[in-house]
């Protein structure tokens, strides 16, 4: 169907004067009256052929929309600032006390993070801590690290350090227990607190040496510090571990599971089930009961396994990537609570032991431990792991 045509007289130019506007549009087919001409000419509009592009309707937002409609009810309104993205914190320096696998591999982590201004590494071994450094620093032409980074053997640089992260000591072997370390890991653990309490008083340590809960009492105890700038870094690689099994049992992919394992870092350790998802639902909407109970021995066992394949030493990159997950929560990187072993004042009915708790990190250390519902068997393994480790450290 065409359209009609339509005749372009001398009112039409006059409506378009009295509506403001500076141009007639002419269709194909129109007839302009000679009338309509002179008066647009006299006028000062336009006869324009058409058809015209027409403007776009403008497409608002949601919030836009809403912010004008209250303004409209009352134009005082005034629409409140956006929030802007919290930046994770910039280290002034990390002190890594023991350049072997953990603590090598946790400082490479770091200084590709761009973590710190700067990263000591210490070791007692002549050259060991130097020679990573400078492997570390050669790395930053191709990963563009501005951090600076040194290794040397003297307790002494730990100078000024916001974190120290203690790694030293004597590894597992086949056949040993993390508890056999005890007696030899505790003279080391000694000395390097008081070098902290001497050359970084305001640091914040996290400790990995082995037994963990134990030598994580001993720095407590050896630095004087208050219980929130003392934390073991422990359920968060053994929490890994519980979402790697539970990931191959149920054939998903890590990223789709949520898991927490608290207790000893030992075979006391708690895996918790009721507190562990997969896709967000309960493990029992993927799993049976028996395949959930495997899981908790591989979470367990799992340490012990990298052990005996290695024969000499322990695991090195999963604890290196677990340490650098505690320090992304100290400076904001990562947010909700972490398992961290620290001395319990009250919290789950327990009172003067290290333990693996869900806790909430912050610049100072720990702000709060996250007392979370357990079932009564988990509760249970929580105080048996509790009682555990102080039968070790009475022996």
Known sequence: MKPSRRVIGAEHIRDARRRQRKHVEVMPGDIVTPEARDQAERLGI??????????????TDGATSLRRALWRRSPRWIAPSARRARQPRRFGRIAFVGAGGVGSHAAHLCAMADMAEEIVLIDITPGLAEAFALDIAHASGITRSRCRIRGGQSLAMVEGADVVLVTAGRPRAPGMTRADLIEVNRRVIHATAAAIADHAPQAVVVVVTNPLDEMTYEMLQATGFPRNRVLGMAGTLDSSRFRHALARAAVVDPGDVEALTLGSHGEEMAPIPSASTIKGRPLSAFLSPDQIAACVRDAITGGGHVVALKRTGSAVIAP???????????????????????????????????????????????IEVAEISLTDAERASLHAAAEAIRTRLAS
């Open 46 to 59: 336009a006869l324009r052929d058409g058809p015209l592009p027409r403007p776009q309707p403008e497409v």
């Open 320 to 366: 290196a990537h677990a340490s650098v997950e505690v320090m992304d929560h100290l400076r904001g990187a990562r947010s909700g609570a972490v398992p961290v072993s620290v001395m319990l004042m009250g919290e789950f009915g327990l009172d003067g032991v290290v333990l693996g708790v869900p806790g909430y990190l912050g610049e100072g250390g720990l």
